[in-house]
């Protein structure tokens, strides 16, 4: 269905479990086609996920680009602002 993907990562600590000392983290991907910039799909495996991912979702739904994604301002300081400061490719499928 898609060419070439851009995937995007993030393995984020929030800072909740930063300051009470617990090693539980999230993790966070996009997937973009690489000739449209659209966000053609979205995981999130960690605590609050259900609610991020609804957000996710609706942007999806409306084609939302990455460069989209990228011009938002994260709500700081929450596990949500990692879904718009993945600004590194961490991994690309060429077709």
């Given amino acids: 269905m898609y060419g ?3 995937v995007y990562t993030s393995s984020f600590r929030p800072l909740k479990h930063t300051v009470s000392g ?5 993790f ?6 690489a000739s449209s910039d659209v ?6 495996v960690g ?4 609610e991020i991912m609804q ?3 609706i942007a999806m739904k ?3 680009t990455k460069q989209q994604f990228d011009s938002v301002v994260g709500i700081h300081p929450t596990a949500a602002e990692e879904f718009v400061t ?6 690309q499928i060429r077709q």
Wanted: proline letters at 3%; zero cysteines.
């Fill in 55 to 57: 957000g996710i979702g």
């Fill in 47 to 50: 605590e609050d996920a259900p």
């Fill in 28 to 33: 966070m991907k996009l997937i973009v086609d």
């Fill in 39 to 44: 966000v053609v799909g979205a995981h999130m």
């Fill in 22 to 26: 617990s090693s539980e983290r999230s």
């Fill in 4 to 6: 070439d993907i851009d």
């Fill in 86 to 91: 993945m600004r590194t490719v961490t991994r």
């Fill in 62 to 64: 409306m084609e939302a």
